[in-house]
């Protein structure tokens, strides 16, 4: 989810690890324009929640999203998000 750094009044070295987090190349065509401003991750990155209502919107895709999570399903869309040149995003450790 999207964060506000906070500098707190602390000697504790807090560190925000974006993990649900999925990139894409600069040449994807398949996103182009503003989809990575202002939610604080690097460019080229999109939420997997975005990316979902991207794609539902792509394929006229119209579920009720509310309800036991169905795999099968889930399968299905990170197909195609993979078709479009979508990947998790690494995880780099300092």
């Known amino acids: 989810m999207p964060f506000i750094p906070i500098k707190l009044k602390t000697d504790v070295d807090i560190k925000?690890?974006?993990?649900?987090?999925?990139k894409t190349t600069p040449s994807n065509k398949f996103l182009q324009g503003s989809f990575?401003?202002?939610?604080?991750?690097?460019e080229n990155h999109i939420y997997p929640c975005h990316t979902g209502c991207?794609?539902?919107?792509?394929?006229?895709?119209e579920t009720d999203e509310v309800g036991d999570v169905d795999i099968t399903e889930m399968?299905?869309?990170?197909?195609?998000?993979?078709?479009?040149?979508l990947r998790?995003?690494?995880?780099?450790?300092h």
Do not use: F, Q
Request: a positive charge; charged letters at 25%.
């Open 16 to 22: 925000h690890i974006p993990i649900g987090i999925l």
């Open 36 to 42: 990575d401003v202002c939610m604080s991750h690097d």
């Open 54 to 61: 991207i794609l539902n919107m792509y394929y006229k895709r």
């Open 75 to 85: 399968g299905k869309m990170w197909k195609k998000a993979n078709t479009h040149g």
């Open 88 to 93: 998790n995003r690494v995880i780099e450790y």
